[in-house]
C-alpha cells in the first residue's frame, strides 16, 4: 500500500479506529494495570545513561529505557548507579549526579510531600 492510499484509509477510517481504540483500552484496562504494576520494584535506581551522559531514577527500568528509546536517546549499555529504598532517597542521590555536571530533570530542591 502506498503512502497516499495509507493516509486516505486513515482519513476515511479515522473515526471507526478511535472507537475501536477505545473500546480496546476498556477491555484491556486491568490487563496492562497488572502488567504495568509487575514490571515495577520494589526499589528505586538510580541509573546512568552513558552515550547521552544523563542520571535519572526510576522503579520501573524496563518501560523507562523502553521511553527514553522512543524519544531518541541512546540507551544502550545503561549502568545502575546506585539504589534507594523509596524515591525521596533516589533524588538526592540523583541531585548529586546531577551537581556532578550529569544531565537530567530532577535538579531543583525534595519536594515535602513524597512518601515512596
Do not use: C, F
Not at 472507537?19 to 515495577?40: A, C, P, T, V
Not at 526499589?43 to 523502553?66: A, F, S, W
Amino acid at each position: 500500500m502506498t503512502d497516499e492510499k495509507k493516509l486516505a484509509w486513515r482519513i476515511a477510517n479515522k473515526e471507526k479506529k478511535k472507537e475501536y481504540d477505545r473500546i480496546y483500552n476498556l477491555i484491556n484496562k486491568e490487563r496492562h494495570k497488572e502488567i504495568y504494576e509487575s514490571n515495577k520494584l520494589d526499589h528505586y535506581v538510580v541509573y546512568l545513561l552513558p552515550k547521552e551522559n544523563y542520571v535519572g531514577i526510576t522503579n520501573q527500568p524496563k518501560e523507562r529505557m523502553y521511553r527514553h528509546n522512543s524519544k531518541g536517546k541512546d540507551t544502550d549499555n545503561w549502568i545502575v548507579l546506585k539504589t534507594a529504598i523509596n524515591k525521596k532517597e533516589a533524588l538526592v542521590l540523583e541531585r548529586l549526579y546531577h551537581k556532578q555536571g550529569y544531565l537530567g530533570t530532577n535538579t531543583g530542591k525534595p519536594k515535602k510531600n513524597l512518601t515512596k
